[in-house]
């Protein structure tokens, strides 16, 4: 069985991601000249055990990567506003992701990571 999961920015995605629980996805919803642009990523963690210390960090980190790719490249630390932009968009869409996918290990670690996150626990 293949495990994958939602991170997404779009709230509508968000409400499907718990029956979608073996699909992982990073999205980022960005205004555009013709509208909204949706970017996504697939984090396949099926070779993980995520209730392992070890399967939990390597998902984690598979989550940054991911939303790292959805949010684009980091800035230039003197284009602070966007640098801001950044850190909200890779916060936000891992995040989202964590709390959705309700492990109470992947969460811990997170917070741990992010002491000034909170996440919204699905558990």
Known sequence: MTKRFIITSVAALLATAPAMADTMVV???RPDTRGA????V????????????????V????????SSR???PAPAPIELSSQADWNKCMVDASS????????PLVTDLFEQKN?????ARSY
């Open 42 to 57: 697939a984090v396949d963690f099926s070779d993980l055990n995520v209730t392992s210390l070890a399967g939990a960090k």
């Open 37 to 40: 642009v949706t970017t996504s």
């Open 27 to 29: 999205q980022e919803s």
């Open 70 to 72: 959805v949010c684009g």
């Open 115 to 119: 002491p000034a996150i909170v996440v």
């Open 96 to 103: 989202r992701a964590v709390g959705t996918l309700g492990n």
């Open 59 to 66: 998902l984690l980190g598979r989550i940054n990567a991911a």
